[in-house]
């Protein structure tokens, strides 16, 4: 509970929830301001959800993908392609994105298209 009472805290103090992010910002494995690469787990101890990205909304004109946040934020999640290449070239299978409005933080599990072939044949 007294756990319950100090996240509250800090997320309703402007001041606290700012410190909250930049600590979280410069500990976390992030390569870029919104996706990074991860090689089985995040290196946060944060309990973190894992969302499949053919369960994500795909944008034919971005060519991104997105998901809503907990915290409201619409297009909170935005992975690209050039994101899943990126992930893809070092042998990753998922994508630790956070949220653009938060501090939260999913993790993005995919397939290549080889891989998915080679599923659908078996």
């Given amino acids: 509970m007294d756990e319950i009472c100090h996240a509250r805290d800090v997320l309703t103090d402007p001041n606290l929830r700012q410190e909250h992010d930049q600590f979280l910002a410069q500990n976390a494995p992030l390569s870029s301001a919104n996706a990074a690469v991860s090689n089985g787990s995040l290196a946060t101890s944060e309990q973190v959800e894992s969302v499949d990205l053919d369960d994500m909304e795909y944008s034919e004109a971005t060519q991104t993908w997105t998901r809503v946040c907990r915290c409201g934020n619409a297009k ?5 392609e050039d ?9 990753c299978r998922e994508i630790s994105v956070g949220c653009d409005g938060c501090s939260l933080h999913i993790r ?13 044949n078996n």
């Fill in 76 to 80: 909170a999640y935005e992975v690209s």
């Fill in 108 to 120: 993005v599990l995919f397939e290549t298209e080889d891989e998915h072939e080679i599923l659908d």
């Fill in 83 to 91: 994101d899943l290449a990126s992930a893809t070239s070092q042998g």
